[in-house]
């Protein structure tokens, strides 16, 4: 591992519609552009045909093809009298990102806290299909820190918040999520994750060079659905195997209040109440 301050692990005033230079030179990158362009402008306000043709000054053909395309994944929709509106595919996403929004506006104080309490960077990170990504990350006063990038995408069995989020997952639902990653000896890769279910926590110990220890924990909804998941990580120097026994419970506490926040009730609880 490089010794420094910091390691990463993970690697217009236009209206809508326009464009007022275009740097890319590849055919490719300029239809994709065109494409966004007409987006825009669709969301902007139902548009036709026509209208954008001369918009962007293309040919029927080709404005028909990109309006297609677009509607072929529900990006738009075309009337039958031939407007174009903006897609139910739109509204998916904008509602996902707004899930994503709050749930990141609730945890970051919690992520904070954790990390100041910890000493170690605090991560936040949710599933998308196979893989987990990274959401964001609060900072501690390390000497040498995990950086993860927000965005970052890695196969669900390959980190410590993947495998939080695979917590729920049946036995043969982790064995294809396990050979698809490539691991070795599946059968004591789900054992584990089996005793991590119980224990509602994963401890993950990285493989050589970099060995990076992490504790993860995943965030539940008021379903009880696991929706995120958090983690604190370092190199194994500075968080072995006894002090993630220590700190485990610090990242189980504050994966439950970020669910609490979210609407969920333990089961002890529920049974309680």
Request: proline residues 6%; aromatic residues 2%; hydrophobic residues 40%.
């Amino acid at each position: 591992m490089k010794q420094s301050d910091r390691t990463n692990h993970e690697p217009a005033d236009a209206a809508p519609g326009v464009r007022k230079e275009r740097k890319s030179g590849t055919a490719g990158a300029q239809t994709l552009e065109r494409g966004l362009d007409m987006l825009e402008l669709i969301v902007a306000r139902p548009t036709r045909m026509p209208a954008l043709i001369r918009q962007y000054g293309l040919s029927k053909t080709t404005t028909w093809r990109l309006v297609q395309a677009l509607a072929d994944r529900r990006f738009v929709t075309v009337s039958t009298s031939g407007e174009v509106h903006a897609g139910p595919k739109l509204l998916q996403l904008g509602a996902r990102t707004q899930e994503q929004t709050d749930l990141l506006l609730i945890a970051r104080r919690h992520l904070d806290d954790l990390a100041a309490e910890t000493g170690h960077s605090a991560f936040l990170g949710r599933r998308d299909g196979d893989y987990s990504v990274h959401l964001h990350r609060s900072s501690a006063n390390e000497r040498v820190a995990v950086t993860t990038a927000p965005g970052t995408r890695r196969r669900l069995p390959e980190t410590s918040l993947g495998k939080a989020l695979l917590l729920d997952d049946s036995p043969a639902a982790l064995e294809t999520a396990a050979r698809a990653a490539g691991l070795a000896n599946i059968p004591q890769w789900i054992a584990d994750m089996q005793r991590s279910t119980a224990e509602r926590t994963v401890l993950n110990q990285g493989p050589p060079p970099d060995c990076i220890h992490a504790i993860a924990a995943p965030i539940r909804d008021v379903s009880g659905r696991i929706v995120a998941a958090i983690s604190i990580a370092s190199p194994s120097a500075y968080l072995g195997e006894e002090r993630m026994r220590i700190l485990a419970p610090s990242v189980r506490d504050a994966a439950t209040t970020i669910s609490r926040a979210l609407g969920w009730m333990p089961p002890e609880e529920a049974a309680d109440g």
